[in-house]
């Protein structure tokens, strides 16, 4: 298992440190650190160094969402912010479970398995939340029918989709306790709003295009911008 990597950069980043700490120490590896400036050549520099790393451990930037290292980090990216526990005081709640956004993609699969196990390692449960948007089909032309548009429920079919994204994780995992989570609306601010009850958050760094499209790189890339909880990108 390679090092935790903690990204220095003009911002505070207490909350970046000490989460960064606390993964290294229970990993049983090294904590290094690695200064980031804003630059697209640092990044691509950042990026290289990460070859061998466990994850990439950066602060929250006022909604700066890292694109480069994003898209080019070796590694999982995390993004962590600074006011956690003030928040969750202030709402009034305790955060609980590890969420992770789904969608039928190769790297959704690999985002649910990287949630899976901090789940298992962590002792929460697995949130695993699949989103998707009304759309409308009209009828073809020259049919007697109804011609304005007609929404189409995807409920099922997303929630088959998610079903069968789980079955290799409650396979591999049967003690986790997996919570299944159908939602309507735009992934980004349905994840951003759940991320605020999570411990940690999980998503794919993009998803798949077209009609089984839930979660895009500019899904991700919302996410990272707008963190509620720790949230760790999987690419």
């Given at each position: 298992?390679?090092?935790?990597?903690?990204?220095?950069?003009?911002a505070d980043?207490?909350?970046a440190?000490?989460?960064?700490?606390?993964?290294?120490e229970a990993?049983?590896?090294?904590?290094?650190?690695?200064?980031?400036?804003?630059?697209?050549?640092?990044?691509?520099?950042?990026?290289?160094?990460?070859?061998?790393?466990?994850?990439?451990?950066?602060?929250e930037?006022?909604?700066?969402?890292?694109?480069?290292?994003?898209?080019?980090?070796?590694?999982?990216?995390?993004?962590?912010?600074?006011?956690?526990?003030?928040?969750?005081?202030?709402?009034?709640?305790?955060?609980?479970?590890?969420?992770?956004?789904?969608?039928?993609?190769?790297?959704?699969?690999?985002?649910?398995?990287?949630?899976?196990?901090?789940?298992?390692?962590?002792?929460?449960?697995?949130?695993?939340?699949?989103?998707?948007?009304?759309v409308?089909?009209?009828t073809?032309?020259?049919?007697?029918?109804?011609?304005?548009?007609?929404?189409?429920?995807?409920?099922?079919a997303?929630?088959?989709?998610?079903?069968?994204?789980?079955?290799?994780?409650?396979?591999?995992?049967?003690?986790?306790?997996v919570?299944?989570?159908?939602?309507?609306?735009?992934?980004?601010?349905?994840?951003?709003?759940?991320?605020?009850?999570?411990?940690?958050?999980?998503?794919g760094?993009?998803?798949?295009?077209?009609?089984?499209?839930l979660l895009?790189?500019?899904?991700?890339?919302?996410?990272?911008?707008?963190?509620?909880?720790?949230?760790?990108?999987?690419?």
């Open positions: 298992m390679g090092d935790v990597i903690l990204g220095v950069t003009d980043g207490t909350g440190r000490e989460w960064a700490f606390r993964r290294a990993l049983g590896v090294t904590l290094r650190e690695l200064l980031i400036a804003p630059t697209r050549d640092d990044a691509d520099r950042a990026a290289a160094a990460t070859a061998d790393a466990e994850i990439l451990v950066l602060p930037e006022h909604g700066h969402a890292y694109r480069a290292l994003l898209a080019h980090a070796h590694c999982p990216v995390a993004i962590v912010p600074d006011r956690l526990d003030a928040d969750a005081e202030a709402r009034d709640v305790a955060r609980t479970g590890v969420l992770v956004g789904v969608d039928a993609s190769e790297v959704s699969a690999r985002a649910l398995d990287f949630a899976a196990r901090e789940a298992v390692r962590t002792g929460e449960p697995l949130v695993a939340l699949a989103a998707w948007e009304p409308s089909v009209g073809e032309p020259g049919l007697d029918l109804w011609t304005g548009p007609m929404p189409v429920d995807l409920t099922e997303t929630a088959g989709m998610l079903e069968r994204m789980l079955e290799p994780v409650r396979a591999e995992h049967p003690q986790l306790e919570r299944s989570r159908i939602d309507v609306g735009d992934a980004s601010a349905l994840i951003e709003d759940a991320s605020r009850g999570a411990v940690l958050t999980v998503v760094s993009h998803g798949r295009t077209g009609l089984s499209r895009l790189g500019s899904v991700s890339e919302r996410v990272a911008a707008h963190v509620g909880s720790p949230t760790v990108i999987v690419r």
